[in-house]
T-cell receptor
Framework: GESVGLHLPTLSVQEGDNSIINCAYS??????FIWYKQESGKGPQFIID?????DKRQGQRVTVLLNKTVKHLSLQIAATQPGDSAVYFC????????????????FGQGTILTVHP | NAGVTQTPKFRVLKTGQSMTLLCAQD?????MYWYRQDPGMGLRLIHY???????AKGEVPDGYNVSRLKKQNFLLGLESAAPSQTSVYFC????????????????FGSGTQLSVL
């Protein structure tokens, strides 16, 4: 799985399988978490987010799980498709900076997901 | 609706040369950001802006300057390029904190590949 600050892991799955991408975060003050998808040659694209007062949130074919006790975040992709092949980043947000209400996003280093047809 | 547009897409510089990367967004976003992405690493924040006429330093601001003279534009300047600045640069924008559905959702451009020889 992915951890903010470590090497880039990889995950290979067969088309139709479910994928689970993991992320460990270190800042216990983080109160908001986001998953981004980055396809080759493109900028990251928002997938799903979750606040620290939630354990689970579901989107279309994706589910994010948050375990604050062990500071772990996961992204589950159901019925993975070749178009899901990309680098997936988790990002965490902690206390606001600059006097604004917006917090600083810290990105993890990413997990490469490869889906085989 | 073009979203976030970055120019140029590719550039090669010699050490010591200067250049400006341009970013434009048409979503009327308050916040804009410049990130760099290096192989095997996540996105690192260079500078950001929370509104027209305001800028602030991110994680890795040294060697870069920015300006936000108009709400829709955010410029990143390299005054004297160094090989360590070889990277892919991404511009992003986001809403201010309006509600949970928009909180933390960054819209990214497609990136600028910069090589400094």
């Amino acid at each position: 799985g992915e951890s903010v600050g470590l090497h880039l892991p990889t995950l290979s799955v067969q088309e139709g399988d479910n994928s689970i991408i993991n992320c460990a975060y270190s800042n216990s003050a983080s109160d908001y978490f986001i998953w981004y998808k980055q396809e080759s040659g493109k900028g990251p694209q928002f997938i799903i987010d979750i606040r620290s007062n939630m354990d689970k949130r579901q989107g279309q074919r994706v589910t994010v799980l948050l375990n604050k006790t062990v500071k772990h975040l996961s992204l589950q992709i159901a019925a993975t498709q070749p178009g899901d092949s990309a680098v997936y980043f988790c990002a965490e947000m902690n206390r606001p900076f600059g006097g604004t209400s917006y917090g600083k996003l810290t990105f993890g280093q990413g997990t490469i997901l490869t889906v085989h047809p | 609706n073009a979203g976030v547009t970055q120019t140029p897409k590719f550039r090669v510089l010699k050490t010591g040369q200067s250049m400006t990367l341009l970013c434009a967004q048409d979503m009327n976003h308050e916040y804009m950001y410049w990130y760099r992405q290096d192989p095997g690493m996540g996105l690192r924040l260079i500078h950001y802006s929370v509104g027209e006429g305001t800028t602030a330093k991110g994680e890795v601001p040294d060697g870069y300057n920015v300006s936000r003279l108009k709400k829709q534009n955010f410029l990143l300047g390299l005054e004297s390029a160094a090989p360590s600045q070889t990277s892919v640069y991404f511009c992003a924008s986001s809403y201010s904190r309006i509600g949970f559905s928009n909180y933390g959702k960054l819209f990214f451009g497609s990136g600028t590949q910069l090589s400094v020889l």
